[in-house]
């Protein structure tokens, strides 16, 4: 994996836990965790796809399994988080 690689896989998670922090309900954790959600949830929704038999490829493909995955992974933590 190059670094354009990489920064590309980070720049994809902050997107995707951005948006995931904005469907959830509690508006996600700030910048830094989002980016980690985000990365989680990109596979998290790739593990989720597979189970399902669910498999394309794209861009914006990858971006939508990172934010589904991501609000998974938002879910599981409310259910943890104190009110």
Known sequence: ???VS?????LFG???????GKLMKGGGFGLIVNI???IIGG???GWLMSLV???KAGLLWELIVAVI???VLLF???LFKKK
């Open 1 to 3: 994996m190059d670094i």
């Open 6 to 10: 990489i920064i590309l896989y980070l």
């Open 14 to 20: 902050a997107v995707a836990g951005w948006l995931a």
């Open 36 to 38: 980690i959600v985000g």
């Open 43 to 45: 596979f998290i929704g």
């Open 53 to 55: 038999g669910i498999q």
């Open 69 to 71: 995955g991501a609000c």
């Open 76 to 78: 599981v933590i409310s």
